[in-house]
């Protein structure tokens, strides 16, 4: 069966540096959603992304993410100077069509110290 | 924006045992899922329930829609269905993002 994957699947970071968080969708799905996990909170939407434009975006999404699809395959979002309260658990999702179920990849775990 | 409830917040059960899981929301949607976040944090689809019921394996799920709610069937529960179950609803269409409950943290001791 089709999965989300994600790379990597931990990463540690020094506050102030960038990051780029990696994901491959499902390879026929037209949407793409980023989510963040603080640890022991629930999941939060951070941005959705379709037609190789940002579709949707929560106030969480400000100047310092960054969403790009760089070729067919890959989702990235960017993180352009990390802070400690980004430390979360960043989750990748996609879905075929507008009202089918979204499907999530196994995450990436970020730290930032 | 829409509100998700869900209740309990934290059930303990021993194994063997039923469960039922609620999820509450303040507004009508089009997209119900259900979710398990194992462990390691993966989170697993269990079902994409706008409506109706379901059912697979040990677990069924039922929507009424139009009372604005969802339960979550858990039968003969096994130390492997431990973790937090979340529900998560939109209420547009596919470039919205899911507004997720906080989660029923449930334990199933041997």
């Known amino acids: 069966e089709p999965e989300v994957t994600q790379t990597p699947s931990h990463q540690v970071t020094q506050m102030g540096q960038e990051v780029i968080l990696r994901c491959v969708p499902i390879?026929?799905?037209?949407?793409f959603y980023w989510y963040r996990q603080i640890l022991g909170q629930k999941v939060e939407f951070l941005v959705s992304?379709?037609?190789?434009?940002?579709?949707?975006k929560s106030e969480i999404f400000d100047d310092q993410f960054s969403v790009e699809r760089p070729d067919g395959s890959n989702f990235t979002l960017k993180i352009r100077s990390t802070k400690l309260e980004d430390s979360a658990m960043y989750f990748c999702?996609?879905?075929?069509?507008?009202?089918?179920?979204?499907?999530f990849g196994p995450g990436t775990r970020l730290l930032v110290l | 924006g829409i509100q998700v409830e869900q209740s309990p917040p934290d059930l303990i059960l021993q194994e063997g045992a039923n469960s039922t899981l609620r999820c509450n929301f303040s507004?009508?949607?089009?997209?119900l899922q259900w979710f398990h976040q194992n462990p390691w944090g993966q989170l697993i689809n269990l079902f994409y329930?706008?409506?109706g019921t379901k059912q697979n394996g040990r677990l069924s799920a039922t929507t009424v829609a139009t009372e604005r709610y969802s339960l979550l069937y858990i039968s003969s529960s096994q130390t492997t269905d431990s973790g937090v179950y979340f529900c998560a609803v939109r209420r547009g269409g596919g470039a919205d993002g899911l507004t997720f409950g906080k989660g029923t943290h449930l334990i199933i001791q041997p």
């Open positions: 390879s026929n799905h037209l949407y």
């Open positions: 507004d009508s949607v089009n997209n």
């Open positions: 999702a996609s879905s075929g069509q507008g009202m089918g179920t979204q499907y």
């Open positions: 329930i706008p409506s």
């Open positions: 992304f379709y037609n190789n434009e940002i579709s949707e």
